[in-house]
């Protein structure tokens, strides 16, 4: 069945950027690890602090090396800058508001929960431990976000 293994029209043409925002560096081995088993085309750039992360962010333009992401996957806890605080400077800008912007946080207090959808977090996930779990969440993310949801065009 030829249909069954067309891609989704919710999928984003081509390579899919993804910004990871993670200072811990086994967490980023294992995302890299999870999407290369998940074989999505993806592009990962990965900043270690909020400041390298909004530095990336604000030179997103056409041409520029570093493309806009398609999903961001944001840690909250990070040197420098945390990740409310550029949660809410991506949420306030209207070039970047409509990313997907998923927590992944090994924090689950429910004030962390609430204060990030409060900034309009698009989800908030538990960091998993270990690569097969690890794996898992990235292929949901990726079957739902990347997949199955619907973007709106950047603005
Ligand atoms: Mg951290």
Same mark, same amino acid.
């Given at each position: 069945?030829?249909? !069954?293994?067309? $891609?989704?029209?919710?999928?984003? @043409? ?11 560096? @086994?967490?980023? *081995? ?20 909020? %400041? %390298? $992360?909004?530095? =990336? ?13 398609? =999903? ?36 689950? @207090? ?5 204060? !990030? ?13 270990? %690569?097969?779990?690890?794996?898992? =969440? ?8 990347? *997949?199955?949801? %619907? ?5």
């Amino acid at each position: 069945m030829a249909l !069954a293994n067309a $891609a989704p029209e919710s999928r984003p @043409a081509g390579m899919i950027e993804i910004l990871l925002v993670e200072d811990n560096l @086994a967490d980023v *081995r294992l995302a890299q690890e999870a999407l290369k088993e998940i074989r999505a085309p993806h592009r990962l750039t990965v900043a270690r602090d909020g %400041v %390298v $992360a909004e530095e =990336l962010l604000s030179e997103t333009r056409p041409g520029a090396a570093f493309s806009r992401p398609d =999903l961001i996957l944001l840690d909250l806890n990070l040197p420098r800058k945390d990740g409310r605080e550029l949660l809410e400077k991506i949420k306030a800008d209207p070039r970047l508001r409509r990313i997907p912007v998923i927590i992944m946080t090994t924090s689950c @207090a429910q004030e962390d929960v609430v204060a !990030a959808y409060d900034l309009n977090a698009n989800a908030f996930v538990r960091k998993p431990m270990g %690569v097969d779990s690890f794996v898992e =969440l990235i292929r949901a993310i990726d079957a739902f976000w990347l *997949r199955s949801a %619907v973007l709106p065009p950047p603005e």
